[in-house]
């Protein structure tokens, strides 16, 4: 006995429904990526893939871990601010390995290296130390008179 | 086929409380291998910015040097970049503004009588409003928990709208990827405890990182204490790289 006449055939368009959804279900979970919506309309595990990007400059605080002498020495002088690998470059490898030794850091280039903020230049700041270095020296090695660590000569 | 009423709700009612089912079920076999980042970094108290004093900054382009060399950055292409501003008059003049290679090798001395000059270091501004991330059209850009605008390089098609959209031009096609990159406020560094590279490495400290959610920060002296300027606030980015001392005329 049938509730009314067209029992039939909505049951197979509902039917054909619920398969539509089901099959949308389904191919959503395939077709978006996994912890899509994690934190927010992007790949939550994307965070943790940026964060896995190694790292090339080691930071002030390891340097001075093992060079507290240096430390010491550049936070009693003007340039107590310059961060150690701004001169010696990307150490990283250095501080990380188990031989240190193995990886030691080149010895800066002084002249190119203090000329790279101390050349005069109109657009820098006009109470930052800066000279013309063939006036200042006459071509002399900036480290004959300057200590990197401690600038001011004879401190 | 010839189904009677019974059957057909039966099969309907097992097929409705079913499909939920098997999603969840699919969505469980799947959550095991969803990381949750179970480590000391906590997201949801940090809120990264950073802040730029125009007066320290000398223009030695040590930033730009560190920041190609932590992030591999492709050469001719520049996350961070410093601008050297000579400014004539304020009349109808158009301050003159260059960048060579990005400032990574500093500039030729510029002097011009008369003329104010000045640098400004440039870099992803962090917006917390991003027009970036609003135009993605994937969801391969977007503003973390922690307020750093990264790129799922892996899901970014190369459609370049986010390139456009940026109104501080941070964003550029990596050659060999062709995706978009950007400065990523040295993520992979600041969610170790350390600082980015280019602050690291700034010898005046013209640049300094900053958490707005720790109250011991620094950045909020810094902000109470000085005159400071977002650029183009006009456009309601909420750019979060402040810049103390910074003139009118940088766009």
Known sequence: ?155 | MSLTRRELIEKATKFILLTPAAAAALEALDSGSIDTMPDKYKQAEHWWAMTIDVEKCIGCGACVQACAKENQVPDGHYRTWVERYVIDGYGDEQPEVDSPDGGMHGFPDKNRPGAKTFFVPKLCNHCATSPCVQVCPVGATFESPDGVVLVDESYCLGCRYCVQACPYGCRYIHPEKQTVDKCTLCYHRITKGLTTACCEVCPTQARVLADLKNPNDPVHEFLRNNAVQVLKPHMATHSKVYYRNLDGAVR
Request: charged letters at 20%; hydrophobic letters at 30%; one cysteine or more.
């Open chain 1, 1 to 155: 006995m049938r509730w009314f006449r067209d029992a039939g055939h909505l049951g197979r368009v509902a039917l054909l429904l619920l398969l539509g959804v089901g099959l949308f279900v389904v191919a959503r979970h395939f077709a978006v990526p996994r912890g899509f919506g994690q934190y927010g309309h992007y790949r939550g595990p994307v965070l943790k893939e940026i964060r896995a990007h190694p790292v090339s400059y080691a930071g002030r605080e390891v340097c001075e871990g093992c060079h507290s002498d240096v430390a010491e020495k550049l936070a009693g002088g003007r340039h107590k601010t310059v961060g150690c690998e701004s001169c010696h470059g990307a150490q990283a490898a250095h501080a990380n390995s188990d031989d240190p030794g193995a990886h030691k850091p080149p010895l800066p280039n002084a002249l190119a290296l203090c000329a790279r903020c101390h050349q005069q230049n109109h657009s820098k700041p006009k109470n930052f130390p800066q000279v013309d270095a063939m006036e200042h020296s006459g071509g002399e090695k900036c480290t004959s008179c300057h200590n990197p660590h401690q600038p001011k000569p004879g401190a």
